[in-house]
Nanobody, 123 residues
């Protein structure tokens, strides 16, 4: 496992932008972002393969969110543009250090988690 620390959440108006950061303490196979709205289950947002930088997204954020990583800084980012009120949630950074089998969009495929950062989009 690794230690993950997120930052960058906050309050923004409908249509605004935010950038989340996640600093990782060690090597990973892949990293991802999940979110959990009030009273909802944790849902997959995006993931990135650590060695290649290849990125994948859930359909609802395609064209609005961009996941990236800076290998030198051991940091992953989530640039969120055109934010909508339905994007309001606690956003969690996650890492898979074991090349887990199973659906890569499932939380159970990641063995390390950050503490979460709140993103609130006002209408």
């Amino acid at each position: 496992q690794v230690q993950l620390v997120e930052s960058g959440g906050g309050l923004v108006q409908d249509g605004g932008s935010l950038r989340l950061s996640c600093v990782c303490s060690g090597g990973t196979f892949r990293m991802g972002w999940f979110r959990q709205g009030s009273g909802k289950e944790r849902e997959y947002v995006a993931r990135i393969i650590s060695y290649s930088g290849r990125a994948y997204y859930t359909e609802s954020v395609l064209g609005r969110f961009t996941i990236s990583r800076d290998k030198a800084k051991n940091t992953m980012y989530l640039q969120m543009n055109s934010l909508k009120p339905e994007d309001t949630a606690v956003y969690y950074c996650a890492a898979d250090t074991t090349y887990a089998y199973g659906d890569p969009t499932w939380p159970s495929s990641f063995d390390s988690w950050g503490q979460g950062t709140q993103v609130t989009v006002s209408s």
